[in-house]
Every structure is written in C-alpha cells, then in structure tokens.
C-alpha cells in the first residue's frame, strides 16, 4: 500500500514537472470575495490565448496567508523563488502571462522578502496555498497520508501516543490541555465503540484560522482524525463544522470522498485491518456548541446546552460512549509530529509551550491574514515585524485575544512572549488564535460591552449565573457607555464579575467576565472617565459615599 | 407519538418534500438527524413553517416541544420566511472596530428597519452575522450571496439601491 502512495505521488511529481511554470491563485475565503474565482478564469483564458498551456498551468489553491492583499497570485518558476503578486485584478492577467519568460510584473509584485513571511514557520499551514485543496493527489504528493500509513503499519497504538505526549502538543482550541494526556485516557477507557470528533465550531468572533484549514488543506484534517482512530481504538468521526462556513463544508465533503476513493479512510485503510469512517455535522449557529458537552449535544440532535462535568467526554461523550475531542488545528499537527517525531515538535517553542500557532491578525494592522508563528515569540515581533504595524500610522492601544473568553492585553506589554502561561498571567488566553489589534480610536469600554453583549445573546440559558449575570453586567457596561454609571456601578460590576466567573456552569460563563477584568486591570481610568460626569444633582455624590463606607 | 409503522405523509405534494424525506432516510429516521434535517427544510423552502416542524417531528418520532425547542435555539433556522433580498452585515470584532455598527444604523435608517426584520413590501431582509471569517476584508456584508468587503455606508446603500431599480426594472 505504501507503494500504491508513493506511485501517485510519483505520478503527480512527475505531471507537475511537465510544466516549468505553475499559477497558484488563491481561493480561500479571503481572497474568494475579492473575486480570485473571476481573476483564475481570467489567467486560465490567457494561458490559452498565448498557447502556452503545454508548460504552465494555473490552479486554485488555499490560503496564502496575506488575506489584506487579496486576491493573490504566485507563479512557481523552479522553487523556491516564486513570484508573489497581489491585488491582482481581471485586466492583469495578460500582463502577468506575458512576463513569465519575461521579467515579473513589478507593478503588482508583492516582495516574498518581508518578515511577514520569512519570520513565519508553517507545520500546521504547510501545505496552504502550495495545493489543490480539491486533489488528494497533490496532498499525497506532498507526503500526504504517509503518516496514516507509517502509524497503522509500523506503530503500536500506544507507539503513537508516545509521539504525541513526547511532542508536548497542547489544544489548540484555547484551553491548552495537554493532547497525549486527552488521547492517553480514551484510550484507556473501557468500551468497544468510541468517537473522534474535530471541533471545527469556529464560534469566535475575529478568528479564521480553522476555517481557512479546512479550506486550504482539507484532507491533513482527516488525516489527524484518522491518525486519532487508530491511537484511541475508535472507528468513527465526526467533523462539526460551524453552518457559517459553505466552502470550508464543500471542501471537506470532496475530501472525503476522495479518502475513501484511495481506501485511506473507510473499510481496511491501506490493506490493514484498520476501519475508520468520518462523516459531517453542521452546526447551526451557535457560540456555545464550541463547549465539548454542548457540541456533543447539538452532534446528538439536541439544543446545544452543556451538562455539568465530570464525567468527561473522554469517558462519557457521544451517544454515553467515550469520545475524544480536538481542534482542528490540534488535528492538523498530528501528521507531521508522526512523520518527524514528537522530539523535532518538541524542540520548538518554549518551555511548557511546544511548536507552532496559528493566529488570524485582524483590525487595525497592515498585514490582516492568517500566520503560523513558533510559540514564544513576543507580541512586538507579531504586530510589528510579521503585521507590519499599525495601519493608519496610529498608535496601537492594545490588542484582544481569546475572543469574548479572553483579553486585552495593552501595549506596555508587548515583549511578552506569546505562549499559554504568559497570556493567562496577563489576564487573557491563547484562545484559539483570533488577535485583534485596537488603535487609540478603540474605546476600551465600548469593546467591553461588545463581547459582553456577545455572551448575553450567546448564552444557552442553562444556568443562572450566566443567563442572568451577563443580561446584568451587559446593563451595567451599557451605562457606562452611555456616562451614566455611579461608582456604585463600577462596584457591582466587579462583584458580579467575580460571582459569574466562579459558578457557572460551562467556560462560555466562566470566562464571559474576562474581556471586562481585563479592561478594567489595564485601562480603569477609562471606566471612570465613562462615569456620570455632573456631581451637581445628590444622586453620584451620595453613591459615592456609600462606596467609601 | 405516532407508531413506526404508519406512514407518514408530507405536508403537501411538493417535490422539495423529496429532498428533505432523502436526509432523514440517511440519518436512519433518527432524532439525531434532527438538525441535519432541519438545515435541509430551510435550504429547500427557506424557512421553517409549522406544517414542516410538525412533519419532521412525525417523521423522527421525536416531540414537537423537541424540534420546536431545536428549531428555536440555533440562530441559522428561521421560522419567519425571509425578504427576496438579504443583507447580513457582520458584527465580529475586527468589523465592529471598523466601523460595521454604524454602517447597520445607516442601513437601518434608510430602510426603517432593526437587524433581524424584513420590510413590508418583503423587498429586503436586514440580518447581521457574529462573524463571517473574512476579517483581513473588514467591514463586510453580505448582500444576496455576495461578500462586499471593505465597504462604507455610501457604498453599501448604493449598493442595496442597485437592488430596488432591479426589481423595479422586473416589475416593469
């Protein structure tokens, strides 16, 4: 079977060396609704019209990262030294067709020279904007499926997940729980049926980074799932991709199909007797079905509301059965870990911290895109080298991880090494990657009221702390909007903080306070600048005195 | 509850019904296809009305408190049909800092409606998303299927002006 792999990747090395030039136009999302679909056909035309469709080809491919430039186009003259054009419109197809045995086409040349790309290190976005993300051939000539094959002809279960406790990896979602550890105890939980589910519920406002995966570079995902199966001894998946995401579902539906076409996923993968099926759930728009219990809920055909924990899905999940959930970040490191080794993983990153995330940098910055940095590195080489700066030529106030679970973290800050523990220390999260970055315009109350107002609508209404307590705290941050909060507010605000943080039931409550104890930490003098300004009526006066007592 | 056995009838005899009995055969007429089914009532008809809950309940041999509970929970399942043009403008945080909640109020004014209503005349559907993933495009909506990125109030009214003069055109 390993021959049968290597024979189309083979084949598929070989049909790419007939062309001396390849058209790589990203298709994903971002460059999609700036029209890359029209500028493709454009480019395709004019390969035809200058007859030079015997030695280049154009095809769509997934994220290249650099969404703000979009659409984007690279031409692969001999590797590495691709071109990089952006902006690319309809009418430039021509042009660029006609310098490819010419000079490049400088007017539209996006250097490749930039620390927003050579600071990058890609593993879980390897493959993004290098493949079709249509074409298992490409995938597998790309090394694709070797380490599916490698785990389930070589390795021991338990073999495999020895490589990814070793690898040190850690849940990509936001939460940070080690990956061997979560996979280590399905294993060892009793029962003949269990589940992998991939957490592709994308519910944070701000963050891309799992939909332009599984846009870029669907079949690594399944991979990753399949990969799972094996380690855990379970023989179906689920994919539950949020109902938002169309071409992210059409994309990984062809993938599938396409898997089990080349027997890599399906009845006896790859001649062995390992069965593994996946199959899709969509989501339907709801922020709390990122919780496990709720996802599993909403897999099950319920109202997506959490149950209290333990017993765990780990032993209690889908349908009572014990069921491993990952991201699908997480879940598309699993295949290099097992292609390198869990120690060349572990060599990157920091300490408690290993290998690579991927963030999706968005708001007030040059360079809005999706990328893939080593952990540790510091929030000033993110926004400044890699973001290239504030856009505007403003000054960056600060900037918001985790989504409404997280934070803000201000600019005095910014030499802080980016990696779970120091992000917690700093009063956000890792969260799943959104990061946005705030200019001095950003009113750090308003943003506040943003995400509270997110959880209050979002909340499921299963416990009280968060049903009502964010409807409350959403009330309170309104009045400061609006200057008519008394210090007497600021007080309640923080006690009611307090209180939802540490009785509700499920993380969306228990975290929905953070994006307010974080403002409040940093930038305090702004909820008291919001304060009812006038102290001429008894009112404020009397509050405050209160307050004193 | 109805037994298994009987056999239950679609509402009418549209050929979309098809469709919608084609998933719950997949799902093995499980509850747990409820969703699934659900998201194919309204891709096929493009709302939830009663006559659908109350088929797909029969079907699934599931409560109606169930599907209407379901129904009501999520936000993508509609129980009000839609306007002939939408417009979702998105509400994530890198849209909000750059502006999407004034660009909402202007298309609210022009049009005297609130997020999630649809005109009188059922010319227009005005909805807003929690995020649409295009963030390096902000702010975006999304008018009839088509993501306009980087878009200011002018642009976006005239946009939905473009709308109107089509259908007047139609009309005409």
């Given at each position: 079977m390993f021959n049968k792999l290597e024979e189309i990747a083979l084949e598929e090395r070989g049909k790419a060396e007939q062309y001396t030039h390849t058209i790589n136009v990203c298709t994903a999302a971002g460059c999609a609704s700036s029209q890359s679909d029209a500028v493709k056909e454009a480019l395709e035309n004019e390969v035809r019209n200058h007859g030079v469709e015997k030695w280049c080809r154009v095809r769509g491919t997934g994220c290249m990262g650099l969404c703000a430039a979009g659409p984007l186009v690279a031409v692969e003259p001999e590797k590495p030294d691709e071109v990089l054009y952006q902006y690319v419109k309809v009418e430039d197809a021509g042009d660029i067709v006609a310098s490819l045995e010419d000079k490049p086409v400088e007017r539209l040349r996006c250097s490749t020279d930039i620390p927003f790309f050579t600071r990058q290190k890609k593993i879980a976005l390897e493959n993004s904007g290098y493949i079709d993300p249509e074409s298992i051939e490409e995938y597998i000539a790309r090394d694709g499926y070797s380490a599916l094959m490698k785990a389930i002809t070589e390795m021991a279960p338990s073999d495999v997940i020895d490589e990814i406790v070793a690898s040190g990896l850690r849940g990509r979602g936001g939460g940070g729980y080690p990956t061997g550890l979560k996979w280590t105890t399905v294993a060892k939980s009793d029962g003949d049926t269990k589940y992998i589910i991939c957490n592709a519920d994308e519910g944070d406002p701000g963050a891309f980074m799992d939909r332009s995966v599984l846009e870029s570079d669907p079949h690594r995902v399944l991979e990753g799932m399949a990969i799972a199966g094996y380690a855990v001894g379970a023989s179906q998946g689920y994919v539950y991709v949020r109902g938002e995401y169309p071409l992210a579902v059409a994309r990984l539906k062809t993938a599938i199909r396409q898997a089990r076409r080349a027997n890599m996923l399906g009845s006896g993968i790859g001649g062995t007797l390992f069965n593994f099926h996946i199959d899709i759930r969509l989501g339907a728009g709801a922020f709390v079905c990122g919780e496990e219990t709720a996802l599993i809920a909403s897999i099950e055909g319920k109202r997506g509301q959490p149950r209290p924990r333990p017993p765990y899905p780990a032993e209690f999940g889908l349908w009572g059965k014990p069921t491993l959930i990952n991201n699908v970040e997480t879940l598309s490191s699993?295949?290099?870990?097992?292609?390198?080794?869990?120690?060349?993983?572990?060599?990157?990153?920091?300490?408690?911290?290993?290998?690579?995330?991927?963030?999706?940098?968005?708001?007030?910055?040059?360079?809005?895109?999706?990328?893939?940095?080593?952990?540790?590195?510091?929030?000033?080489?993110?926004?400044?080298?890699?973001?290239?700066?504030?856009?505007?030529?403003?000054?960056c106030k600060a900037i918001q991880t985790g989504g409404p679970s997280g934070g803000c973290i201000p600019a005095d800050y910014f030499d802080t090494p980016v990696d779970y523990e120091s992000l917690a220390k700093l009063g956000s999260i890792m969260g799943s990657g959104g990061m946005i970055v705030m200019d001095e315009s950003s009113s750090m109350?308003?943003?506040?009221?943003?995400?509270?107002?997110?959880?209050?609508?979002e909340s499921c209404g299963r416990c009280v702390p968060c049903r009502v307590g964010t409807v409350h705290m959403y009330n309170i941050l309104d009045k400061f909007s609006h200057h008519e909060a008394t210090p007497r507010d600021l007080v309640l605000l923080e006690k009611l903080c307090d209180m939802v943080r540490n009785t509700s039931l499920c993380g969306l409550g228990q975290t929905a306070p953070n994006p307010v104890l974080s403002t409040l930490r940093y930038f305090r003098n702004e909820y008291v600048e919001h304060m009812v300004t006038e102290t001429n009526g008894s009112g404020p006066v009397t509050k405050q005195m209160e307050v004193a007592q | 509850?109805?037994?298994?056995?009987?056999?239950?009838?679609?509402?009418?005899?549209?050929?979309?019904?098809?469709?919608?009995?084609?998933?719950?055969?997949?799902?093995?007429?499980?509850?747990?296809?409820?969703?699934?089914?659900?998201?194919?009532?309204?891709?096929?008809?493009?709302?939830?009305?009663?006559?659908s809950l109350r088929y797909v309940a029969a079907s699934l041999n599931a409560p109606l408190s169930q599907v209407y509970g379901v129904s009501t929970f999520y936000h993508l399942f509609s129980l009000k049909p839609a306007g002939r043009n939408t417009c979702v403008v998105c509400m994530g945080t890198a849209c909000y800092i750059k502006g999407a909640p004034s660009l909402l109020e202007q298309i609210e004014n022009e049009y005297g409606l609130s997020r999630g209503e649809t005109t009188e005349d059922g010319h227009l559907s005005l909805m807003t998303a929690r995020c649409l993933g295009s963030c390096g495009l902000a702010p975006v909506a999304v008018i009839n299927g088509h993501i306009a990125g980087k878009l200011n109030a002018e642009e976006a009214l005239q946009r939905l002006q473009a709308l109107q003069e089509v259908e007047n055109v139609q009309q005409a």
């Open positions: 699993i295949a290099p870990i097992i292609r390198n080794g869990g120690d060349w993983y572990a060599q990157i990153g920091t300490a408690t911290s290993k290998g690579t995330k991927v963030f999706a940098l968005a708001g007030s910055i040059n360079n809005t895109g999706l990328i893939e940095v080593p952990m540790g590195t510091t929030i000033n080489d993110i926004i400044y080298e890699i973001g290239g700066g504030v856009s505007g030529g403003g000054q109350v308003d943003v506040a009221r943003f995400f509270m107002e997110f959880c209050m609508t | 509850m109805i037994s298994r056995n009987e056999k239950i009838e679609p509402p009418s005899d549209d050929k979309r019904w098809r469709i919608v009995q084609a998933t719950m055969q997949r799902n093995g007429f499980t509850r747990d296809g409820l969703i699934e089914t659900l998201h194919t009532v309204q891709q096929s008809f493009g709302f939830l009305d009663d006559d």
